[in-house]
């Protein structure tokens, strides 16, 4: 071995770190041009098909004699599809879906928990019901994405605190939704 002849180890070692240096620059004009086109890259949509990025939430069917959980379900489905699927509000005739459906049943007032005096026959828990038929439709392939019947949403709440029972019932129900439409995909 001359002088000027490196061990093959070194030769090696070489080799690799131009290998590592030539992939990190790779990486970095990757990131860069990525970083300064605007790239959008995201879970835009979740678990809905990616030509999916708008949805309508239609007015349910109310079979019930409360009007005001017509509105209330349809603004908290609106809100959780935007924040836990990434679609934004659009009106029916330019969303890529259409979420429509039935609520069915409203049920209040079923005891849960009563007093510990003896002398008052009153509760102190009560538990409501909702129960509501969705389907979610994708009207850019004319299909049906997701639909359940009979989605049962239960709250508890005090005496005269009706409205915060209905809410966790709502709740309860807008997760179901968003769950079942991601595990289609």
């Known amino acids: 071995m001359t002088q000027f002849q490196l061990p093959v180890t070194h030769v090696r070692r070489r080799a690799i770190a131009r290998v590592a240096v030539a992939m990190l620059?790779?990486?970095?004009?990757?990131?860069?041009?990525?970083a300064s086109t605007g790239c959008s890259y995201?879970?835009?949509?979740?678990?809905?098909?990616?030509?999916?990025?708008?949805?309508?939430?239609l007015p349910f069917s109310n079979e019930t004699a409360s009007p005001e959980?017509?509105?209330?379900?349809?603004?908290?489905?609106?809100?959780?599809?935007?924040k836990r699927l990434g679609l934004r509000d659009a009106s029916?005739?330019?969303?890529?879906?259409?979420?429509?459906?039935?609520?069915?049943?409203?049920?209040?007032?079923?005891?849960?928990?009563?007093?510990?005096?003896?002398?008052?026959?009153?509760?102190?828990?009560?538990?409501?019901?909702v129960v509501v038929d969705i389907e979610i439709y994708d009207q850019v392939l004319g299909k049906t994405l997701w639909q359940k019947k009979g989605i049962v949403g239960e709250g508890e709440y005090s005496e005269r605190a009706e409205a915060d029972g209905r809410k966790q019932a709502i709740l309860r129900i807008v997760n179901e939704v968003i769950e079942g439409a991601q595990s289609q995909w």
Do not use: C, W
């Open 25 to 34: 620059a790779v990486a970095t004009l990757a990131v860069a041009t990525l």
């Open 42 to 57: 995201g879970f835009s949509g979740g678990g809905m098909p990616m030509h999916v990025r708008t949805v309508a939430v």
């Open 69 to 82: 959980i017509t509105r209330e379900f349809a603004d908290a489905l609106r809100e959780g599809l935007e």
């Open 92 to 129: 029916e005739e330019k969303a890529g879906a259409i979420v429509r459906g039935t609520i069915t049943r409203y049920e209040i007032d079923v005891p849960v928990a009563y007093s510990a005096n003896p002398q008052q026959a009153t509760a102190s828990r009560r538990r409501l019901q």
